[in-house]
């Protein structure tokens, strides 16, 4: 297996809310992100998925050093990611990008494309030359858009073109590791698939990394080398792609599966839905914290919290009874 | 997005003075950019060619000539020292718009980097907005009052007073955008690539929080120079030697019934003067927005 590139340790973040009552002395907390660890591999891709509101953008976010983490530690390339000062993180951010969900909000109304573009560069001190507009023209074309459009602005392009710029401007310093939040959610679903496919082009031509991280499991299967399933905050189950989706070994994983459309009226098997509500990060469940939704919960579920345990080649998944799983799963459709 | 034709047609952007006349162009389609363009203009245009339109000084007596309604000889009367109103007023425009012009530039300067720190530093933004609320408690026309009394009659005194009064108000507006702006995920994309806060401020976010700014910035000008009426009327602007527009309508307030003209006269040029400057904010306002240029095609 080739070197890791980034190594992410029982990563936390805690929001405390501010509570108007000044009689209240605990605050509440969100545990938005709640010891969260994973690696990704030089040249690799690992998808997170999760239901909104499970904390994966927030996992982006803090490996990025845009949010500061609760606790935890980030290993990036052999840097220490949490504890740097601000200059040290200047330095290590071109290595780091990030493609955001919404085309729309995340380029500037005021400049061309080609600053949109170049601006990873210019905060990184490099001067307007020649060769730095030639070299914007040049990613320009590598995401499939004439270098003609250099001049224009933001608003004079579809979303999916957006997303392009905002993918040229990511990979314009050359990064190991672009974190993609919901790169193509906002996209019509045949845009997502040229968008997908041109990330994947990239990918193989620049050799980076990626943290896909997404809602839709059959567009993360579609790009991903590895799957990382987050809810409420902790990774239920972390595999390779096909195993994952082979031989799923948490409830949860289970039921996102059962909840991907199939494309023909016959083959619809019984639908296995999560019932219920995602239950407020506030007062996450005792226990295990799918044990309400769980269709095969316990009482050791509810009163003991699984850890992630090793259930074969690359894949971990937190359930006490991940080993039973798949016979009971299939007792049960 | 449009037709494919529409886009290669505006290809190569176009160069030097083309470019110019099509910018041109562009601003004066705005029908409020190009009223308050004209308005504006030809104020400042008499301003500056003012000794040349009149031969007459604007402090020469004539005792003989005294209130004298517009006639061809005196194009808006004399007052009642018989001095020529239009040469007055020609000449005050110079210290009414002076005034004006400096305290838009304190407020551009003071109002808009005090309101961007306080939108982008938290830590910061109680603090300065604080001390912008202690200065807003008071109206604003009695806080100029105050302070240009305590530093004594000059045109400098007008312009402090009056800066000390908007750039709370200047810094409020910006800062109120500057919040919003600050959210969205361009700003977050900048600090992923490592751009410093002076980078991110000034490239990404005050750019996007102009609007609100030129139109604040319009105001500050027009009211700047009607505040300054009312100090120089309370006699706490220039010295009267130097008549201010504001001098004039001080001057002439006594004879209002037997001759109107010396208040009207410079009243008229200060609405056209605020008039035209809040027509070319608002028109600048659009104009200056990129998503703008899409209509022309």
């Given at each position: 297996?080739s070197k890791?590139?980034?190594?992410?340790?029982n990563?936390?973040?805690?929001?405390?809310?501010?509570?108007?009552?000044?009689?209240v002395?605990?605050?509440?907390?969100?545990?938005?992100?709640d010891?969260?660890?994973?690696?990704?591999?030089?040249?690799?891709?690992?998808?997170?998925?999760?239901?909104?509101?499970?904390?994966?953008?927030t996992?982006?976010?803090?490996?990025?050093?845009?949010l500061?983490?609760?606790?935890?530690?980030?290993e990036?390339?052999?840097?220490?990611?949490?504890?740097?000062?601000s200059?040290?993180?200047?330095?290590?951010?071109?290595?780091?990008?990030?493609?955001?969900?919404?085309?729309?909000?995340?380029?500037?109304?005021?400049?061309?494309v080609e600053?949109?573009i170049l601006e990873?560069l210019?905060?990184?001190?490099?001067k307007?030359?020649?060769?730095?507009?030639?070299?914007a023209?040049?990613?320009?074309?590598?995401?499939?858009?004439p270098?003609?459009?250099?001049?224009?602005?933001?608003h004079?392009?579809?979303?999916?073109?957006?997303?392009?710029i905002?993918?040229?401007?990511?990979?314009?310093?050359?990064?190991?590791l672009v974190?993609?939040?919901?790169?193509v959610?906002?996209l019509?679903?045949?845009?997502?698939a040229?968008?997908?496919?041109?990330?994947q082009?990239?990918?193989?031509?620049?050799?980076?990394?990626?943290l896909?991280?997404g809602?839709?499991l059959?567009?993360?299967?579609?790009i991903?080398?590895?799957i990382?399933v987050?809810?409420?905050?902790?990774?239920?189950?972390?595999?390779?792609?096909d195993?994952?989706f082979?031989?799923?070994?948490?409830?949860?994983?289970?039921?996102?599966?059962?909840?991907i459309?199939?494309?023909?009226p016959?083959?619809?098997h019984?639908?296995?839905r999560v019932?219920?509500?995602?239950?407020s990060p506030?007062?996450?469940p005792?226990g295990?914290?799918f044990?309400?939704?769980?269709p095969?919960?316990?009482?050791i579920c509810?009163?003991?919290?699984?850890?992630?345990?090793q259930?074969?080649?690359?894949?971990?998944a937190?359930?006490?009874?991940?080993?039973?799983?798949?016979?009971?799963?299939?007792?049960?459709? | 997005?449009?037709?494919h034709?529409?886009?290669?047609?505006?290809e190569?952007?176009?160069?030097?003075l083309?470019?110019?006349?099509?910018?041109?162009?562009?601003?004066?389609?705005n029908?409020s950019?190009?009223?308050?363009?004209?308005?504006?203009?030809?104020?400042?245009?008499?301003?500056?060619?003012?000794?040349?339109?009149?031969?007459?000084?604007?402090?020469?007596?004539s005792?003989?000539?005294?209130f004298?309604p517009?006639?061809?000889?005196n194009?808006?009367?004399?007052?009642?020292?018989?001095?020529?109103?239009?040469?007055?007023?020609?000449?005050?425009?110079?210290?009414?718009?002076?005034?004006?012009?400096?305290?838009?530039?304190?407020?551009a300067i003071?109002?808009?980097?005090?309101?961007?720190l306080?939108?982008?530093?938290?830590?910061?933004?109680?603090?300065?907005?604080?001390?912008a609320?202690?200065?807003?408690?008071?109206?604003?026309?009695?806080?100029?009052i105050g302070?240009?009394?305590a530093l004594?009659?000059?045109s400098?005194?007008?312009?402090?007073?009056l800066?000390v009064?908007?750039?709370?108000?200047?810094a409020?507006?910006?800062?109120?955008s500057v919040?919003?702006?600050?959210?969205?995920d361009?700003?977050?994309?900048?600090r992923a690539?490592g751009?410093t806060?002076?980078?991110?401020i000034?490239?990404?976010?005050?750019p996007?929080?102009?609007?609100p700014?030129?139109?604040?910035?319009?105001?500050?000008?027009a009211?700047?120079v009607?505040?300054?009426?009312?100090l120089s009327?309370?006699?706490?602007?220039a010295?009267?030697?130097?008549?201010?527009?504001?001098?004039?309508?001080?001057?002439?307030r006594?004879y209002?019934?037997?001759?109107?003209w010396?208040?009207?006269v410079?009243?008229?040029a200060?609405?056209i003067?605020?008039?035209g400057?809040?027509?070319?904010?608002?028109?600048?306002r659009d104009?200056l927005?990129?998503?703008?240029?899409?209509?022309?095609g």
């Amino acid at each position: 297996m080739s070197k890791v590139l980034i190594n992410v340790a029982n990563l936390v973040k805690h929001f405390t809310l501010a509570t108007s009552n000044p009689f209240v002395r605990d605050k509440p907390v969100v545990r938005a992100v709640d010891g969260v660890s994973f690696t990704v591999s030089e040249g690799e891709t690992l998808g997170l998925v999760g239901e909104s509101g499970c904390g994966k953008s927030t996992v982006g976010r803090l490996i990025l050093n845009l949010l500061p983490a609760s606790s935890g530690a980030v290993e990036f390339d052999g840097h220490d990611i949490l504890s740097m000062d601000s200059a040290g993180m200047r330095s290590v951010r071109k290595d780091l990008q990030i493609i955001f969900q919404d085309p729309h909000a995340s380029l500037n109304p005021r400049m061309t494309v080609e600053e949109i573009i170049l601006e990873p560069l210019y905060a990184q001190g490099h001067k307007r030359t020649p060769e730095l507009r030639a070299y914007a023209a040049e990613l320009l074309e590598m995401v499939g858009l004439p270098a003609r459009f250099r001049n224009r602005h933001p608003h004079q392009f579809s979303g999916g073109q957006r997303q392009r710029i905002g993918i040229a401007r990511a990979i314009a310093p050359k990064p190991k590791l672009v974190v993609c939040d919901e790169a193509v959610s906002a996209l019509d679903v045949s845009v997502q698939a040229q968008v997908i496919n041109l990330m994947q082009d990239l990918k193989a031509k620049m050799g980076m990394s990626y943290l896909f991280i997404g809602h839709d499991l059959a567009v993360v299967r579609h790009i991903s080398d590895r799957i990382a399933v987050m809810y409420l905050g902790r990774i239920v189950e972390i595999a390779r792609c096909d195993d994952l989706f082979s031989r799923p070994l948490h409830p949860y994983t289970q039921a996102l599966m059962a909840a991907i459309p199939v494309a023909h009226p016959r083959l619809r098997h019984k639908r296995d839905r999560v019932r219920g509500e995602l239950p407020s990060p506030l007062s996450p469940p005792k226990g295990c914290h799918f044990h309400p939704r769980c269709p095969f919960a316990q009482d050791i579920c509810r009163s003991e919290a699984p850890q992630l345990r090793q259930m074969g080649d690359e894949h971990q998944a937190s359930c006490h009874f991940a080993e039973d799983l798949p016979e009971k799963a299939t007792a049960a459709q | 997005m449009q037709s494919h034709i529409e886009i290669d047609a505006v290809e190569d952007e176009p160069t030097g003075l083309a470019r110019f006349y099509a910018t041109a162009r562009r601003f004066m389609r705005n029908r409020s950019f190009a009223i308050g363009a004209v308005l504006f203009g030809s104020v400042v245009l008499v301003t500056f060619l003012g000794p040349l339109l009149t031969d007459v000084s604007p402090n020469a007596l004539s005792m003989r000539n005294r209130f004298q309604p517009p006639s061809f000889d005196n194009l808006l009367g004399t007052d009642n020292l018989g001095r020529d109103m239009f040469a007055r007023v020609i000449y005050g425009a110079q210290l009414s718009l002076m005034i004006g012009t400096s305290v838009v530039i304190l407020n551009a300067i003071f109002g808009v980097m005090l309101g961007a720190l306080a939108g982008f530093y938290a830590r910061l933004d109680n603090i300065l907005m604080r001390i912008a609320d202690a200065l807003m408690a008071f109206p604003a026309v009695l806080l100029a009052i105050g302070i240009a009394a305590a530093l004594g009659p000059s045109s400098m005194t007008a312009i402090i007073a009056l800066s000390v009064v908007y750039v709370p108000r200047t810094a409020r507006v910006v800062r109120s955008s500057v919040l919003v702006v600050k959210e969205l995920d361009f700003v977050m994309a900048a600090r992923a690539s490592g751009a410093t806060d002076f980078r991110i401020i000034m490239k990404h976010v005050l750019p996007n929080s102009m609007a609100p700014m030129i139109v604040q910035l319009s105001f500050v000008f027009a009211y700047s120079v009607l505040s300054e009426a009312v100090l120089s009327f309370m006699g706490l602007g220039a010295p009267p030697t130097v008549p201010s527009w504001g001098i004039l309508i001080s001057e002439g307030r006594a004879y209002m019934r037997e001759a109107a003209w010396l208040t009207v006269v410079p009243g008229v040029a200060i609405a056209i003067t605020a008039l035209g400057l809040n027509l070319l904010g608002d028109g600048l306002r659009d104009v200056l927005d990129p998503r703008m240029k899409v209509e022309e095609g």
